[in-house]
């Protein structure tokens, strides 16, 4: 049987953790950012762990993950 393919676009946008969850860079920080106020484009610095909801689906998308 041949191999499965990993989707390329996740792959790029997350990252397996140790414990087997899966990290991601958070949205809403390419544009309009002038209304935004420094705190709110702070807090979307950072990294997030995926929702327990998603993470089978995102599982399912990079197997060799």
Do not use: E
């Not at 989707?7 to 949205?27: E, H, I, L």
């Not at 484009?41 to 997030?48: A, E, M, Q």
């Amino acid at each position: 049987m041949s191999k499965m393919k990993t989707n390329s676009s996740a792959k790029k946008r997350f990252k397996k953790t140790a414990s087997g969850r899966f990290k991601s860079k958070q949205s809403h920080l390419r544009h309009i950012l002038t209304k935004k106020s420094s705190k709110r484009k702070r807090h979307l610095r950072g990294k997030k762990l995926v929702h327990d909801s998603d993470t089978a689906l995102i599982q399912r998308m990079m197997p060799y993950a």
